[in-house]
């Protein structure tokens, strides 16, 4: 695999990149933020994509990933929640590569995220099934089967009595809400108790802002799966992105 390779992270607010040593998983350039534009239009975020490429310097034999807000598949965004609804049935891969000059791997933004804390974090050298969630909003999710991205699980929506789990598990209803971390827990018990009937994974990954809390919260769940919280934070779309362009490129 090469040493260094580019990510691109797309978010609601703003998208971010930054060259990554593959061998660290650390950025080797600085990382470079540009608003994401309004109405955000493919067109609009590719050209911003285009622009970040260009400050960053990034050399034509430098692979690029793109993270995305939304499932995709073959390159196809089926629907966009975040962005502009223009996105729905686009091909991103095709996009990104007449905007950028070069062929582009796109995923998902949370499977970018589970990527990175396999490759350099949490689940690092962890064998088996590991499931990572990014709480925020929603609840993001990634299931990596001994180091083989599954990718597009939207196990936040999954229908647990009757509701849309993040509807109530998330760490957007928590604030929301305002609940105790001790209300909140009994929530996440629910909720990461019935993935754990589902999948039987090794390890859970708990991402998103309010795992830099998670001695609050972790210690009151009961479950037979080890649960920790996840390393990389904000830097894990983009290492995530760069990481799974390179070992594409590889074959």
Not at 25 to 50: D, H, L, N, Q, Y
Request: with cysteine; aromatic share 6%; net charge negative.
């Amino acid at each position: 695999m090469a040493s260094t390779a580019c990510g691109i992270d797309i978010g609601g607010s703003g998208v971010k990149a930054a060259v990554v040593d593959l061998e660290t998983g650390e950025f080797t350039t600085e990382r470079i933020r540009i608003e994401t534009p309004k109405p955000a239009t493919p067109e609009a975020v590719a050209e911003v994509c285009r622009q970040l490429l260009e400050q960053l310097e990034v050399g034509p034999d430098i692979a690029v990933g793109v993270a995305v807000p939304a499932p995709v598949i073959h390159g196809v965004v089926p629907f966009m929640a975040n962005l502009d609804p223009a996105w729905a049935g686009m091909n991103v891969d095709e996009l990104m590569e007449k905007h950028l000059g070069r062929p582009v791997v796109t995923l998902n933004d949370a499977d970018a995220a589970g990527i990175a804390e396999v490759a350099y974090g949490a689940a690092k050298d962890v064998q088996g099934t590991v499931i990572v969630t990014t709480q925020g909003t929603g609840i993001g999710s990634a299931i990596i089967v001994d180091g083989v991205l599954v990718p597009n699980t939207e196990l936040g929506h999954l229908e647990i009595d009757g509701y849309d789990a993040e509807k109530r598990a998330s760490a957007g209803q928590k604030t929301l809400q305002d609940l105790s971390w001790k209300k909140w827990a009994k929530r996440l018990q629910r909720y990461y108790s019935h993935v754990e009937m589902l999948f039987s994974p090794d390890l859970f990954v708990v991402g998103g802002g309010v795992s830099k809390k998670h001695e609050k919260f972790m210690p009151l769940l009961e479950l037979k799966t080890p649960m920790v919280p996840a390393v990389l934070f904000n830097t894990a779309g983009i290492v995530g992105a760069a990481y799974h362009a390179a070992r594409k490129a590889q074959g």
